[in-house]
């Protein structure tokens, strides 16, 4: 369990949950991330799974898309893949 943390001016994502199972991220507050506030999941199906992401505060993310140009995609306030 990810619990009860503030993240602040991540210079990726604020949160990532890469490949993992039976994860819960919850009562988290995330802010000024260059990239998504919270991000889970994995290149392969099936590596990344029983996730929860509950009751987060995520705001004033994915500033690299400030400018409004993006040359790679947009990133989300909360991702999966």
């Known amino acids: ?10 210079k990726r994502s604020g949160i990532i949950v890469w490949g993992a199972r039976d994860v819960m991220i919850r009562d988290n507050t995330v802010s000024g991330s260059l990239r998504s506030g919270i ?5 392969q199906p099936g590596h990344s799974s029983k996730i929860s992401i509950e009751e987060n505060t995520i ?8 400018a409004r140009r993006a040359s790679s995609g947009w990133a989300r306030a909360i991702a999966v893949d």
């Open 1 to 10: 369990m990810f619990e009860g943390f503030i993240v602040k001016n991540a």
């Open 59 to 66: 705001f004033d993310n994915v500033l690299e898309n400030s």
């Open 39 to 43: 991000w889970a999941g994995h290149t």
